[in-house]
């Protein structure tokens, strides 16, 4: 393999912005021209500095290792989004200066006003509280 290093991808198994981080994540290593053709996405990557010591193979590697990487975390981020707004909510100015310990306090209050608000109790709770 020899340098520019090509990946075709397919679309529907690696989204445009997964591609485009990958990209941005590897720029200090590799500069990648991302082309869309249909339902692919062309990869072209060249040494992003003259003295690179990567060879076209391990930078072929390490593209599809952060791409796989992305395309992973992408539902995790999705299916998170509610809480990291509702954690980042709590975090305004006042929450400014929070501690480890203050911080369990607000994710445990924040767990408590979820659960009342929607019925949910655990059994641990209603046996505590004497339900």
């Known amino acids: ?5 090509t990946l075709k991808l397919d679309s529907a198994a ?8 990958t990209a941005y994540s590897l ?4 500069a990648i021209q991302v082309a869309l053709e249909a ?10 500095e003259v003295t690179l010591t990567l060879s076209p193979e391990q930078a072929h590697s ?3 290792q952060h791409l796989n990487d992305f395309v992973l975390r992408d539902p995790i981020n999705r299916e998170t ?3 990291n707004a509702i954690i980042l909510g709590r975090l305004s100015p006042q929450y400014a200066r929070v501690t480890p310990f203050s911080f369990l306090i ?16 655990h059994s641990s709770q209603r046996n505590f509280q004497g339900r």
């Open 39 to 48: 339902s692919q996405i062309s990869l072209t990557a060249h040494p992003a």
């Open 106 to 121: 607000s994710a445990f209050e924040m767990r408590n006003t979820v659960e009342s608000n929607s019925g949910l109790r």
């Open 1 to 5: 393999m020899t340098w520019p290093v």
């Open 81 to 83: 989004a509610g809480w």
């Open 27 to 30: 720029a200090d290593t590799v």
């Open 62 to 64: 390490l593209i599809l």
């Open 14 to 21: 690696y989204p445009l912005n997964v591609v485009q981080r």
